[in-house]
C-alpha cells in the first residue's frame, strides 16, 4: 500500500538548473536531455538515502532491528528532495558487530530502484550495490555507544552524514541526514520509519 505523498515539497527545475535556456527549440531539446540525466543522479542518490537507513540502530534493550519498514512519508521532511510512492527498507542483519540492508524505492513515476548495503559497524567503507550487485558509491557505519547509528556516504556527485535511532518500542526508526553536492548546495532531511507487523505470518 503507497503512503500518502501530499503535502511533501518536489524541487523546482530552476533549482538545479538556473541558467538554463529556453529560447529555441534546439536549446530546449539540450536542456531536457540534460535535466533527465540529472534527475535520474538525484532519484539514486535519494534512493539510497531513503533506504539505506537505515542501516538502522539497535535499541538500548538490544531489540533487533531486522524486518521490513516502510517509509512515513507523512511524518517525514525530505528538504528538497522530490518524495517518492514508497519505500521498503527490509534490514537483513542487526547484531553489535555488522549490518545488513535492502531497500527497495518506487519514484512517481513508477520506477523501481534496488540497492543494498553489508558490512561491519566499525566506520570502515564497504560499497552500496544494486541489485546486480553493480556498486554505484560507498557508506561506512559506525554504531555508538548509545546505540545510535553514526554513517557517512559517497555517492555518484554527492556525499552524506547521518544519524539513526530507533524507538524504545522498537517499531520506529528516524534518520536525520545532512547531504551535500559536489558544487556545495547542501540539504537536510528527516526520514520515519515504521516497522511493517507480521500478522499470521503475512507482513502488514
Same mark, same amino acid.
Given at each position: 500500500m503507497f503512503l500518502n505523498t501530499e503535502g511533501v515539497? #518536489?524541487?523546482?527545475?530552476? %533549482?538545479?538548473?538556473? %541558467?538554463?535556456?529556453?529560447?529555441?527549440g534546439r536549446c530546449k531539446l539540450h536542456f531536457w536531455m540534460i535535466y533527465m540525466n540529472q534527475m535520474k543522479k538525484? /532519484? /539514486?542518490?535519494? !534512493? /539510497?538515502l531513503v533506504f539505506s537507513v537505515y542501516g538502522t540502530a539497535q535499541t538500548k534493550n538490544n531489540k533487533s532491528a531486522v524486518g521490513t519498514w516502510q517509509l512515513d512519508l507523512t511524518h517525514s521532511d525530505l528538504g528538497a528532495e522530490a518524495a517518492p510512492k514508497q519505500v521498503v527498507l527490509t534490514i537483513l542483519k542487526d547484531n553489535s558487530e555488522t549490518l545488513s540492508w535492502r531497500t527497495q524505492s518506487v519514484d512517481q513515476n513508477g520506477n523501481v530502484f534496488t540497492y543494498s548495503w #553489508?558490512?561491519? !559497524?566499525?566506520?570502515?567503507?564497504?560499497?552500496?550495490? %544494486?541489485?546486480?550487485? %553493480?556498486?554505484?558509491? !560507498?557508506? #561506512?557505519?559506525?554504531?555508538n555507544?548509545?546505540?545510535?547509528? #553514526?554513517?557517512?556516504?559517497?555517492i555518484k556527485d554527492a556525499s552524506f552524514d547521518a544519524r539513526s535511532t530507533v524507538s524504545e518500542d522498537g517499531n520506529t526508526i528516524t534518520d536525520e541526514i545532512t547531504q551535500k553536492s559536489s558544487d556545495g548546495r547542501e540539504n537536510k532531511s528527516k526520514r520515519v520509519y515504521r516497522r511493517v507487523p507480521i500478522i499470521n505470518g503475512r507482513r502488514y
Amino acid at each position: 500500500m503507497f503512503l500518502n505523498t501530499e503535502g511533501v515539497k #518536489s524541487p523546482s527545475v530552476l %533549482t538545479y538548473f538556473p %541558467t538554463a535556456v529556453w529560447d529555441c527549440g534546439r536549446c530546449k531539446l539540450h536542456f531536457w536531455m540534460i535535466y533527465m540525466n540529472q534527475m535520474k543522479k538525484l /532519484v /539514486v542518490f535519494a !534512493t /539510497v538515502l531513503v533506504f539505506s537507513v537505515y542501516g538502522t540502530a539497535q535499541t538500548k534493550n538490544n531489540k533487533s532491528a531486522v524486518g521490513t519498514w516502510q517509509l512515513d512519508l507523512t511524518h517525514s521532511d525530505l528538504g528538497a528532495e522530490a518524495a517518492p510512492k514508497q519505500v521498503v527498507l527490509t534490514i537483513l542483519k542487526d547484531n553489535s558487530e555488522t549490518l545488513s540492508w535492502r531497500t527497495q524505492s518506487v519514484d512517481q513515476n513508477g520506477n523501481v530502484f534496488t540497492y543494498s548495503w #553489508s558490512g561491519p !559497524t566499525d566506520g570502515t567503507t564497504h560499497p552500496i550495490e %544494486t541489485q546486480d550487485s %553493480t556498486p554505484i558509491g !560507498t557508506e #561506512s557505519v559506525k554504531r555508538n555507544a548509545d546505540g545510535s547509528l #553514526s554513517r557517512h556516504g559517497d555517492i555518484k556527485d554527492a556525499s552524506f552524514d547521518a544519524r539513526s535511532t530507533v524507538s524504545e518500542d522498537g517499531n520506529t526508526i528516524t534518520d536525520e541526514i545532512t547531504q551535500k553536492s559536489s558544487d556545495g548546495r547542501e540539504n537536510k532531511s528527516k526520514r520515519v520509519y515504521r516497522r511493517v507487523p507480521i500478522i499470521n505470518g503475512r507482513r502488514y
